[in-house]
């Protein structure tokens, strides 16, 4: 009887569920920790591909190398979790209401900021204004189609995937709320050295919670990569429109 009641006992116990490895990997890593890992682990092959790169090369192509790489095994991470947890949902379902909706909010969050900045007077970020020096016409426009697609891989996968993965978003919605604005201030410090001014850093925010409710929405990456590299081609027309005036 009081095997009965001990088997019992295990048989009905919760048992915690694992972000990365599902049922399988309590004993392999802790949950909390597979986000920040994932994003230390993403800076440091960065920095070894700057030193290793020869510098007129890195100038040539430095977004297919700096986010080439990166995005490879990002993808290859998303597919080891795929296989370890199959019922993950990876690419989440689109609709057009949350597409319109944050297309629109994207832009703008965009056209406030420019806005701000022009009325202060501060100008283009130095980041924009060197914007392909160094490059002939070809390696410029690889660049460009990088940009629209490399970057909104990566840091899809990392902030709105693994970042935003750190609290249990399912549970509730004031967890939900919470990993949004965890995920969007993170996403904002990865960006806070390569802009200078004010405006740039609280749109770096805003679309930081735009990204991680289009995740949480569709259930998935494809809206927010969508919406990530629709926001790189308004943010290079934009720069592109303001150098044509004058900025």
Avoid: C
């Amino acid at each position: 009887m009081a095997d009965q009641a001990t088997n019992d006992t295990e048989t009905h116990r919760p048992k915690m569920w694992h972000l990365f490895w599902g049922n399988h990997g309590l004993a392999l890593m802790p949950w909390l920790l597979i986000g920040p890992a994932v994003y230390v682990i993403y800076r440091q092959l960065v920095k070894l591909l700057m030193k290793h790169t020869p510098y007129t090369t890195l100038i040539a192509y430095d977004i297919p190398i700096l986010y080439g790489p990166p995005a490879a095994l990002l993808v290859m991470t998303l597919f080891l979790q795929k296989r370890f947890n199959p019922h993950l949902s990876l690419l989440g379902t689109i609709k057009s209401r949350h597409l319109v909706i944050g297309l629109t909010s994207v832009a703008i969050a965009y056209a406030v900021s420019i806005g701000i900045s022009i009325s202060l007077g501060l100008g283009r970020e130095l980041t924009m204004q060197g914007l392909g020096l160094g490059k002939s016409e070809p390696q410029f426009l690889l660049m460009i189609l990088s940009l629209l697609v490399l970057p909104p891989i990566v840091e899809e996968i990392i902030f709105r995937h693994f970042i935003l993965g750190i609290l249990p978003f399912k549970n509730n919605i004031y967890i939900a709320i919470s990993a949004v604005i965890m995920s969007a201030v993170f996403f904002m410090y990865a960006h806070f050295k390569s802009y200078s001014f004010w405006p740039t850093h609280a749109l770096m925010l805003s679309l930081g919670l735009i990204f991680a409710v289009a995740r949480i929405q569709s259930g998935g990456l494809s809206l927010p990569v969508i919406l990530h590299s629709s926001a790189v081609a308004i943010a290079l027309s934009a720069n592109y429109a303001w150098r044509s005036l004058g900025g």
